[in-house]
DNA sequence: CAGTGGTCTAGACCACTCT
DNA sequence: GAGTGGTCTAGACCACTGT
């Protein structure tokens, strides 16, 4: 038993949330209510609130009420990215996946002045201008995943790459073409809160972390060719990934 | 600018933050000299502190003040568990790393009655009883994660596996001896808050989300051997995968 | 319009840490 | 004992949502 009041308000909300009381999307009582069966002030009401609110399991609508958040998830593959083999197509079936329909998104390409996390990766100076196509993807509507990407500009000087278009044969297809095929990546998954500017982004609510994923592109000959910034909403997402033992004959298929 | 006053209180700080201003574990002023210096309320200059101490910037300390926390994190590399091979060793200079000096463990073994998350990936009923070993894992006494590893007990019946002890030569050459060899594996990461329990496991600090890493491992005939659950501290860690296109002949080294 | 959550104040008491 | 952050109250005004 919790001793300071509000902790134990947010362990009685918060049980009702784990055992299904409270279902995703249901209405909370209102504050003035909480304050009244609780017997405690608003104050201490509010406090227990922001508290769920932080971790995540409410979010609040001014004006309308304080609602339990839904758990839905995307699935998130980076291996799609090199066309590699997936080793157990079956295991999908674990997860609890939500509906991908209406897909859509805004592409904005240009130069642009290269951050430092990417020139370090990129193998540029910082300050290097590079070529970059900056992306937020949706579903109905709903912002998915921020998508950055980032090429040295002789690597992608006059291809389609440089242009805000949606590339059907894919960005890999393009980089073989001029000679510089991605063969091997390295990822990175920071697990952080959202920067403001993110956060607006992808409308992201209070109490929700992102992962950003960095992807480092190498060609054959160890050229880095491309890096990705990916930033996954932690509420919106399973990032998954097949790995296979080497030499065991499972990794041709 | 922010409407708020919190809010332009936090934006304050948080830029001192980001500029160096105020660097790691440099002590705030007190919150009585933030009223003062702000000319706002204590109450204000809390909701401000908690804003920031959400988003992982601050960490408090009663008695003593209000401090900028640490960024340093260590690598995790989920493919040393199969011992595949790394593409690209020389990525490794692009993260900031934490020195892994005095490593220690505290490993908990015994049958449980499987959570049916588990469950659900060993392909066992829920509710059924399983072997397990869970362990904290420190560094300087500081709890780095939380490693829960779950396998059929016909899998393990006999082995050095359901004894507390830590195996030098590795739980999967165990495996390997008993026939079930652990050629693939299907990884998960879902990007949360901690429970109250890992919270308390793991010393999380408030505003601190966590990477769930689930690894399903498979035998060549398809068979699930081992389901582990690692719950790792978003601010004390970065995860990494090396990935490789199949047919380059990079794959084999 | 009434109801909702968001913000803010002023003041109080507590447990804890450090000197 | 002085200083710190943690908790709590009572009351006030605001912007916004819905009817």
Same mark, same amino acid.
């Not at 020139?119 to 201008?129: Q, S």
């Given at each position: 038993?919790?001793?300071?009041?509000?902790? #134990?308000?947010?362990?009685?909300? %918060? *049980?009702?949330?784990?055992?299904?009381?409270?279902?995703?999307?249901?209405?909370?009582?209102?504050?003035?209510?909480?304050?009244?069966?609780?017997? @405690?002030?608003?104050?201490?009401?509010? =406090?227990?609130?922001?508290?769920?609110?932080?971790?995540?399991?409410?979010?609040?609508?001014?004006?309308?009420?304080?609602?339990?958040?839904?758990? %839905?998830?995307?699935?998130?593959?980076? =291996?799609?990215?090199?066309?590699?083999?997936?080793?157990?197509?079956?295991? +999908?079936?674990?997860?609890?996946?939500?509906?991908?329909?209406?897909?859509?998104?805004?592409?904005?390409?240009?130069?642009?002045?290269?951050?430092?996390?990417?020139?370090?990766?990129?193998?540029?100076?910082?300050?290097? &201008?590079?070529?970059?196509?900056?992306?937020?993807?949706?579903?109905?509507?709903?912002?998915?995943?921020?998508?950055?990407?980032?090429?040295?500009?002789? &690597?992608?000087?006059?291809? =389609?790459?440089?242009?805000?278009? +949606?590339?059907?044969?894919? &960005?890999?297809?393009?980089?073989?073409? #001029?000679?510089?095929?991605? @063969?091997?990546?390295?990822?990175?998954?920071?697990?952080?809160?959202?920067? $403001?500017?993110?956060?607006?982004?992808?409308?992201?609510?209070?109490?929700? *972390?992102?992962?950003?994923?960095?992807?480092?592109?190498?060609?054959?000959?160890?050229?880095?060719? %491309?890096?990705?910034?990916? &930033?996954?909403?932690?509420?919106?997402?399973?990032?998954?990934?097949?790995?296979? $033992?080497?030499?065991?004959?499972? +990794?041709?298929?």
């Amino acid at each position: 038993m919790p001793a300071a009041k509000h902790e #134990r308000v947010a362990a009685v909300l %918060r *049980a009702k949330i784990e055992n299904g009381e409270l279902d995703e999307d249901d209405k909370l009582p209102s504050e003035a209510d909480l304050t009244t069966e609780f017997d @405690v002030s608003r104050t201490t009401v509010r =406090q227990a609130l922001a508290g769920l609110v932080n971790e995540g399991l409410l979010r609040s609508e001014p004006g309308v009420g304080t609602f339990v958040r839904s758990r %839905r998830r995307h699935v998130y593959r980076p =291996q799609d990215d090199l066309g590699e083999t997936v080793a157990n197509p079956q295991a +999908d079936h674990f997860i609890r996946t939500e509906a991908e329909h209406d897909p859509s998104q805004t592409i904005d390409v240009g130069p642009v002045t290269c951050p430092s996390v990417i020139a370090t990766r990129l193998g540029v100076e910082p300050g290097t &201008v590079v070529a970059s196509r900056r992306r937020v993807r949706r579903f109905a509507g709903v912002p998915y995943s921020i998508n950055d990407s980032y090429y040295p500009r002789d &690597v992608v000087q006059g291809t =389609q790459i440089e242009e805000p278009l +949606d590339i059907a044969r894919g &960005v890999n297809t393009v980089l073989v073409e #001029r000679g510089f095929e991605q @063969v091997a990546a390295r990822d990175e998954i920071y697990i952080q809160m959202p920067s $403001k500017d993110e956060a607006e982004r992808l409308a992201i609510l209070p109490g929700t *972390a992102v992962a950003v994923h960095l992807v480092t592109g190498f060609t054959a000959e160890g050229r880095v060719v %491309r890096v990705v910034r990916n &930033v996954l909403p932690g509420d919106r997402h399973v990032i998954t990934f097949d790995r296979v $033992k080497a030499g065991t004959g499972l +990794d041709a298929g």
